[in-house]
């Protein structure tokens, strides 16, 4: 009896009733069937009982026996495209009645097996088994879209039936039908050795079947997956597993048992083979690529989540599910990191169904165990939405402030003084006229507040911060630092962007102050109308934590010639036409190793390199050039000015959360989202004085429906100080439309006291 039918008896109830017996074997217990199991079982291995424990999974009182997939990255770009061989994934057989989950095997325990056979002697070493032959399979597209066609037209599918049931019979039938040449290696990571064309066909026509077609497809599918295990992972088991985790049917929850152990074989593979698998499916098409992704995420959020209650197993019986899962889709995002540019958006991996999980649980599952042990989303931050994210982190802020005020409060009592409440806040006074001066004396005179909630107070102004002040401050504030004449930073019209400036000074601290402003910006849940370029936030989070080192270098990236484009795009064209330059470099553009900057009105050179202003740029050296020059401009000359700008905006966000965030989230945190949707804001709008369906303020919508893009952010900034949206949409705008009973001579006004 195969495993199919043995999950079709288990699992006959977790199945609609129209797909009862979907794995195509008969669901009766009869004597002649028990007869048949207890043979079958005779030559299959022993079934293991298995516990949580050995199981691993979500739960936190069970730990995973999958290691985390960070490393993966960095493995793809290291490792060499030597082929590696995975120790075989051992498979048991569930009985009748109650279906056992396949027992993983640790990485651990695949090293342990491979130095024990190592260090056998070489008369007691087992030869290798040599590479099993693949059968020649003629078959080519045209021909299996003209079986398509006739089947359809005339009922019979037997031939394309004969075609389904002996490919997906076992890894060696998908080789022989899928392979570009039968018996050739392909060994590399540049070429699977796959016909895509061909599987996509393929898939494309087998959801257009009957229903016994894609069951026996299903059926040939499990036999190999319990079969496989019997030898080393091959090149050949590879693509097998790179094609049926493309298979269309999965999308299906009746079929998500199949596609759980198909996850687990993949997600259970030696780092070598995660290797080319990553180069594989980073060579899939855009949409292929994507509906893999959609495919993966949409198995964790229903195995969270089920539409009916039985519709899965218990999830207490399967915990490893969801590491399975979660591991493959971290092979993809791996995969969409390599490849320039990404295949699909970073965004297009998060599942906001997370969203509704008890997130600060993931983290401190996080916090406490690291990266082993217990499973945690937290190991993978990229399934994480920034909804998500920035949920733990105003959590986190929130746990931070209520222990620092804590303290506060213990320490005044035991010196026995009077408790005030303006000790549980970070309270800053300022005079309009000196803002700058003030706020920094403020902030370095209370370091050890900045982590308190923010309350602002102008001098000689009464009222209560409620929150617009708060808002008002760091507006005024950010919008003096960076004014031109305060020399600061440069604004560069081309892109947009402000950049630090990389004149020479004795004191630093306004930059300090800068990094402290945004950090509370984050931790505050401000926005803030600052213009830096991406490359900024990649600085930033580098290291995402504060070394204990003082003399570690920070702030210091692996920054292209594309970062530099997004600061200054007139040089860093001027760079890429030197790359791209056909003639002789050294005798045509004499140039050296060596450049200037104007400061203050006097010319200063530096060298790129030791003697640089001796070492032509030749066409064998120029890509060097390029990158120590982009080097100098984003990191060297304004390494003091940006490392004062990390302490600062670390002194307030110092926080493991913070490893969780791709720079664009950073961005997104302190800037809001660059995207506007005014239908959305009209939905999310209060009024008071008026309601919606009022002819003024239909008239309203109207217009600023009507507006171009930049009028209607010229709009969002009058009102609330900023043109982006918050991270958490229009609804966290708080926009508000007041009717003022005054003369109508008075101009439209707008404020932000009381968040409105």
């Avoid at 399967?318 to 970073?346: D, G, H, M, R």
């Avoid at 020479?504 to 402003?517: F, Q, R, T, V, W």
């Amino acid at each position: 009896m195969s495993l199919g039918a043995l999950c079709a008896q288990s699992h006959s109830s977790y199945l609609p009733k129209e797909e009862k017996g979907f794995l195509g074997c008969k669901m009766t217990e009869s004597s002649s069937t028990q007869t048949q199991l207890e043979k079958e079982r005779g030559k299959l291995p022993p079934i293991v009982p298995l516990s949580n424990t050995a199981l691993g999974g979500i739960d936190n009182g069970t730990k995973s026996q999958f290691s985390t997939f960070s490393g993966v990255i960095s493995t793809i770009n290291q490792k060499k495209e030597a082929a590696g061989r995975g120790s075989p994934t051992q498979q048991v057989i569930p009985n009748s009645k109650n279906v056992r989950e396949l027992p993983p095997i640790c990485p651990d325990v695949r090293r342990k097996q491979r130095i024990s056979i190592d260090t056998l002697p070489p008369e007691m070493k087992a030869p290798v088994p040599p590479e099993p032959v693949i059968p020649m399979r003629t078959k080519t597209v045209k021909e299996f879209q003209e079986d398509m066609e006739k089947a359809k037209t005339s009922g019979d599918w037997r031939v394309v039936s004969d075609f389904f049931l002996t490919t997906f019979d076992s890894f060696l039938e998908l080789n022989a039908a899928f392979k570009k040449e039968a018996n050739a290696p392909f060994n590399t990571t540049e070429d699977s050795g796959v016909n895509a064309k061909f599987v996509n066909a393929v898939y494309d026509a087998l959801l257009n079947t009957p229903q016994d077609i894609q069951k026996s497809v299903l059926k040939g599918i499990i036999n190999s997956l319990l079969h496989e295990w019997k030898r080393p992972r091959t090149k050949d088991d590879l693509r097998a597993y790179f094609i049926l985790a493309q298979n269309p049917q999965f999308t299906n929850s009746s079929t998500f048992v199949i596609y759980a152990h198909l996850l687990r074989q993949i997600a259970c593979l030696a780092e070598a083979d995660h290797h080319f698998l990553g180069h594989w499916f980073k060579k899939l098409s855009q949409r292929r690529f994507k509906q893999l992704v959609d495919r993966l995420v949409q198995f964790i959020s229903l195995r969270l989540f089920p539409s009916k209650a039985d519709e899965l197993p218990p999830l207490a019986k399967c915990t490893w599910w969801i590491p399975s899962a979660t591991k493959v889709l971290a092979l993809l995002n791996a995969a969409n990191s390599l490849s320039n540019p990404a295949i699909i958006p970073f965004t297009d991996f998060y599942n906001s169904a997370l969203d509704h999980r008890d997130l600060m649980e993931e983290y401190h599952t996080w916090q406490c165990y690291g990266n082993s042990h217990r499973f945690s989303f937290c190991q993978f931050p990229f399934i994480l939405s920034i909804a998500a994210k920035k949920a733990i982190i105003q959590r986190d802020s929130e746990q931070q402030m209520i222990s620092i005020a804590r303290q506060s409060l213990v320490d005044k009592v035991s010196r026995r003084q009077r408790p005030d409440m303006n000790m549980l806040f970070l309270n800053i006074k300022v005079r309009r006229i000196h803002l700058v001066i003030d706020s920094l004396d403020e902030l370095t005179k209370k370091k050890a507040d900045l982590k308190k909630k923010l309350k602002v107070t102008f001098v000689g102004e009464a009222g209560l911060d409620m929150g617009g002040l708060t808002k008002e401050w760091f507006l005024l504030l950010v919008r003096e630092i960076f004014h031109p004449d305060y020399g600061m930073f440069t604004y560069h019209k081309d892109s947009h962007s402000h950049w630090f400036s990389s004149f020479k000074c004795d004191n630093y601290s306004e930059y300090h102050l800068i990094g402290a402003l945004m950090g509370l910006a984050v931790y505050n849940s401000i926005t803030l109308d600052i213009q830096f370029p991406p490359c900024c936030y990649k600085k930033l989070l580098s290291p995402p934590i504060v070394p204990c080192d003082q003399t570690t270098p920070i702030g210091i990236s692996n920054l292209t010639l594309d970062d530099l484009f997004q600061v200054m795009p007139e040089l860093a064209h001027g760079l890429s036409e030197l790359l791209s330059y056909e003639g002789n470099v050294e005798e045509d553009l004499y140039t050296t190793f060596q450049v200037f900057q104007e400061e203050f009105g006097v010319i200063k050179f530096y060298n790129l390199k030791p003697g640089g202003d001796k070492i032509p740029v030749t066409n064998r050296n120029r890509k060097e050039y390029v990158q120590l020059y982009i080097d100098f401009l984003l990191n060297k000359a304004i390494y003091k000015q940006f490392a004062a700008f990390y302490y600062g905006f670390h002194s307030v966000c110092a926080s493991n959360a913070l490893m969780l965030l791709r720079p664009e989230e950073v961005e997104i945190l302190v800037c809001g989202r660059p995207d506007l949707d005014v239908c959305a804001l009209q939905r999310a709008t209060q009024y008071d004085g008026y309601i919606k369906n009022d002819p003024t303020i239909r008239y309203f919508w109207d217009v600023v429906v009507g507006f171009p893009l930049d009028l209607q952010k010229k709009l969002l900034h009058f009102a609330t100080g900023s043109d982006r949206v918050p991270v958490g949409g229009m609804a966290d705008l708080n926009f508000k439309i007041c009717k003022n009973d005054v003369s109508t001579d008075w101009r439209i006004s707008s404020s932000s006291d009381w968040n409105y």
